[in-house]
């Protein structure tokens, strides 16, 4: 996958980062925008995140670290295993979908003997 970087205004390079590092379109709006206006904030990210340039560019580094949907996938069932805590899961799940471009997930998991994992996804 070829790095777009370049084709990015400062701007949008800058809200890449911020929305890499939180995983949440506002904030990262708010700090690379300079905005105020959480709304404002919020329809510009919603924007960049539906621009091919910032997907493609998300989709890059979401790779690069090694995020990729099989590594997820086995890290997910690792921690099921070993019956980590199970709201730290659902919440580092809960970033890692958004991060991918997911819109819509359910997360559940079992805390009994029995451990249930499951996972409703739907690609923007």
């Known amino acids: 996958m070829e790095n777009?970087?370049?084709?990015?205004?400062?701007?949008?390079?800058?809200?890449?980062?911020?929305?890499?590092?939180?995983?949440?379109?506002t904030?990262?709006?708010?700090?690379?925008?300079?905005?105020?206006d959480k709304k404002l904030a919020a329809k510009t990210g919603f924007r960049n995140l539906k621009k091919l340039q910032i997907t493609e560019e998300i989709d890059y580094w979401l790779v690069?670290?090694?995020?990729?949907?099989e590594k997820l996938a086995d890290k997910i069932m690792e921690l099921v295993d070993n019956k980590k805590d199970?709201?730290?899961v659902a919440d580092g799940l809960t970033?890692?979908?958004?991060l991918k471009g997911y819109d819509k997930q359910k997360v559940e998991v079992g805390t009994d003997?029995?451990?249930?994992?499951?996972?409703?996804?739907?690609k923007k």
């Open 4 to 25: 777009t970087k370049q084709k990015l205004t400062p701007k949008q390079r800058e809200f890449l980062k911020e929305y890499l590092e939180s995983g949440n379109a």
């Open 27 to 36: 904030e990262a709006a708010m700090k690379a925008y300079h905005y105020t």
């Open 64 to 69: 690069k670290k090694g995020l990729t949907d």
């Open 86 to 88: 199970w709201r730290a």
């Open 95 to 98: 970033k890692i979908m958004r």
């Open 113 to 122: 003997d029995e451990t249930n994992v499951t996972m409703i996804v739907e």
